[in-house]
């Protein structure tokens, strides 16, 4: 028997206390005042939020364990400051955290980055340590475009980025690469901007040679890996016009791809071309997707379904549900491991 | 007996005196100064470009027809301003005139406009109507981004494109969605802008209403629709939470996919989830990926084989090589009918 773990829950259904708070902040930091202090918020309130939502929907589903992070289009790095960004990520992930101490038998944390254009990693660093180190979360979403929309950061092979990953390394967690709401007109957020992130971050990988450097490094990229196993043979071919070596070696012992991909034969073709041990089971729920298929009468973020329909081995399956989310998140397997799962 | 049509060609291998004033035309502009005059580029030289490649890859494979364009990369909208891209963009369609006049059996052309950042589409109407009235080419590429890389122009259904849809609309000529070369570092051109690009693209339509406006607008989104068919789920299901008509009725009367997908899985998903009707025979040839994949011992941008071995119907199988390209470029079809095709 094994644990069917979401690598991929956002927390969606926050209380409406903290949403509230983030608009009084934003508001604040236009005027040039501070925010006001944030509101008390009970146990009652966050179980309720949960317990009709998340919980509810795995328990439903069959899933019994997520990895939970703030809410992605909320994160908004591009909104205020440093300062601003830092505050609202304290809020967001204590909340998680809140979540997880609620539900330890089926949340488990991985915060979001106070990151900002044009800042350096230094709070984004100390936020994921405090949170690891102290919060008990195992992973952090790292935004690759903290500008909203108009990919104006370096690549994430950018010596940059290297101390957030040495950080990374020290601590053990993995990353999923994940932007955040668009402020580009021309970008809608789930449709667009989060499918287009996912593919370029794929091929910035291919060009650098990020691995070699840092072998233990680990990245989630999250949508079924956006466009990049339909076009699968492009990106192998593009590896051997750029010399690079073949992406099993080059990339893919460092990659995980989620199956946040809404219909079946796109499961279809993820499972077909990546191998098993490169994807995680996630749904994105409660997501970007909210409705019924009128073609399955399911749910389309209902991933798990998918999965289970897909015409592969047992081992593999069980690697996709559990196994390979415990090897890209060693301090998720420890603590299973120590409730004896 | 039909004709096999490869809807996606570029001049890839234009002659090098072309290729050298291009970038003489870049040089006068940043000194200040007028670009030397257009070099002569004989017969011989450009029959000697097409014969050794397209010509030879087209017959070893199996094609008959190629619609064919100015290399996508090299469009370089974001260079220089309207006068240079409008000078670039006269000589790069008059060669590819000449290349549709030395070879008319198999090639007709398809012209790029001379789009420029924050200039209007004065221009590219001027050179649409040229291209098609006199010189006989049956379509365009449009640039989604002329800017090279942060998507900064509106959204693909703002009006400030409809002078050019219009003209589009009476000269009766679809257009392909093409992003040109990236002057982003993070997004490397054929790997991630292109994909990317044409995914942006798509989610544009969803959430516009373009077609109710332009019944007759036409539009081909390229590399076999970005990562549309992978999430076309998610994309059904966003259609669905925007309240939008169904994507059949939506979008997919106006909007065809190519198959410019380099890998058999890629392509039985294009055509699992994409009615036939709405896909067009491409290869993008020669272009993106030029390599010989490892694992079939063919070119990955030999995509006849792909729709070959797809289980369809053969009228599926002729829709896609020869019939859908007809309706999309009725001005192809006259000019193949009256040659008795």
Same sequence: chains 1, 2.
């Avoid at 773990?5 to 927390?11: A, F």
């Avoid at 957030?164 to 053990?172: H, K, N, T, V």
Wanted: charged share 20%; net charge negative; hydrophobic share 40%.
């Amino acid at each position: 028997m094994t644990q069917i773990i979401d690598c991929h829950g956002h927390y969606t259904t926050a209380p409406e206390p903290h949403n509230k708070w983030r608009e009084a902040q934003k508001a604040a930091f236009k005027a040039g005042g501070a925010p006001p202090a944030y509101p008390a918020i009970s146990d009652d309130e966050i179980r309720e939020t949960i317990e009709t939502n998340q919980l509810r929907l795995i328990r439903e589903r069959g899933a019994d364990h997520t990895i939970f992070s703030p809410r992605a289009s909320a994160m908004a790095h591009h909104v205020g400051d440093q300062a601003v960004s830092e505050a609202w990520s304290i809020h967001c992930n204590n909340l998680i955290a809140r979540v997880a101490g609620l539900f330890p038998e089926t949340f488990t944390g991985v915060c979001m980055l106070p990151q900002s254009p044009g800042a350096d990693l230094t709070a984004s660093i100390r936020e994921l340590r405090r949170c690891v180190e102290e919060l008990g979360f195992i992973g952090c979403n790292l935004n690759p475009d903290p500008g909203g929309g108009h990919f104006r950061s370096p690549p994430l092979t950018d010596e940059s980025w290297f101390p957030l990953y040495e950080a990374m390394c020290e601590l053990d967690v993995p990353a999923m690469i994940h932007v955040s709401g668009s402020c580009n007109p021309g970008l809608h957020a789930t449709g667009a901007y989060y499918i287009a992130a996912d593919t370029i971050a794929f091929m910035q990988l291919i060009e650098g040679d990020l691995f070699a450097r840092f072998p233990a490094l680990r990245f989630i990229i999250p949508h079924g890996g956006g466009a990049v196993p339909y076009h699968w043979g492009r990106y192998r071919g593009l590896a051997d016009m750029l010399k690079k070596p073949a992406l099993a070696d080059h990339v893919m012992n460092n990659v995980w791809f989620d199956t946040c991909v809404y219909h079946q034969p796109g499961i279809d073709l993820l499972a077909r071309v990546i191998d098993s041990k490169n994807i995680l089971f996630g749904s994105e729920m409660v997501g970007a997707v909210r409705g019924i298929d009128p073609e399955t009468g399911q749910y389309f973020d209902d991933t798990k379904r998918y999965v289970d329909a897909l015409p592969i081995s047992d081992e593999a399956r069980a690697a996709i549900f559990a196994g390979n989310a415990r090897r890209v998140f060693p301090r998720l397997d420890a603590k299973l491991t120590a409730r004896g799962l």
